[in-house]
C-alpha cells in the first residue's frame, strides 16, 4: 500500500468536517481565568420553567434475579418472586434515582403510592440515589 497515498486521503477526510463558520456556542474566554459560577433561583418565579419539564416516576415493588432459561420457561400464570416481603415499603424512582419509600395504595379504581420516607441525597457524591440502582 503506498503510504503517501493514504496520507493524502487521511488528511482530506479530516479537513472535510472542518467547521466553515466560527459557532457561537463555543466558549471564547481565557480558560486561564476561573468560570464565573450561575447564581441559584431566589424564588420560585425563576423556577417557573422548569416546572413544565416531564420526569418519570416508577413505583419499584422488588427485584428478581434468574437465568435466562428460566426466564424463557416464564408464561401466563408464571409465579415470579421477588425480593421484598409482604408490608416492606415499595422503592419510589423519579428518572431511576431513588427519592423515597411508600406504600401501595388504591385510589378509586387505580394504584396509587403513600410516600412514607423520603430519601435525601448528597448532591455533592454526583449520580447518588441511596443506592437505587435501575427502576424496574
Do not use: C, W
Given at each position: 500500500?503506498?503510504?503517501?497515498?493514504?496520507?493524502?486521503?487521511?488528511?482530506?477526510?479530516?479537513?472535510?468536517?472542518?467547521?466553515?463558520?466560527?459557532?457561537?456556542?463555543?466558549?471564547?474566554?481565557?480558560?486561564?481565568?476561573?468560570?464565573?459560577?450561575?447564581?441559584?433561583?431566589?424564588?420560585?418565579?425563576?423556577?417557573?420553567?422548569?416546572?413544565?419539564?416531564?420526569?418519570?416516576?416508577?413505583?419499584?415493588?422488588?427485584?428478581a434475579e434468574m437465568p435466562v432459561s428460566e426466564l424463557l420457561k416464564l408464561g401466563r400464570g408464571s409465579l415470579v418472586q421477588l425480593n421484598r416481603k409482604l408490608g416492606e415499603p415499595i422503592d419510589i424512582h423519579v428518572n431511576n434515582r431513588l427519592i423515597a419509600r411508600g406504600e401501595v395504595v388504591v385510589v378509586e379504581d387505580k394504584l396509587g403510592i403513600s410516600m412514607t420516607e423520603i430519601i435525601k441525597t448528597d448532591r455533592t457524591q454526583g449520580g447518588g440515589g441511596g443506592g437505587g440502582g435501575a427502576a424496574g
Amino acid at each position: 500500500m503506498d503510504t503517501d497515498t493514504d496520507k493524502g486521503r487521511e488528511e482530506l477526510e479530516l479537513n472535510e468536517f472542518e467547521p466553515e463558520e466560527r459557532r457561537e456556542d463555543v466558549y471564547d474566554g481565557d480558560l486561564t481565568q476561573p468560570i464565573e459560577r450561575v447564581r441559584p433561583p431566589q424564588s420560585a418565579k425563576e423556577l417557573e420553567g422548569v416546572y413544565e419539564i416531564p420526569v418519570e416516576v416508577s413505583a419499584v415493588l422488588g427485584h428478581a434475579e434468574m437465568p435466562v432459561s428460566e426466564l424463557l420457561k416464564l408464561g401466563r400464570g408464571s409465579l415470579v418472586q421477588l425480593n421484598r416481603k409482604l408490608g416492606e415499603p415499595i422503592d419510589i424512582h423519579v428518572n431511576n434515582r431513588l427519592i423515597a419509600r411508600g406504600e401501595v395504595v388504591v385510589v378509586e379504581d387505580k394504584l396509587g403510592i403513600s410516600m412514607t420516607e423520603i430519601i435525601k441525597t448528597d448532591r455533592t457524591q454526583g449520580g447518588g440515589g441511596g443506592g437505587g440502582g435501575a427502576a424496574g
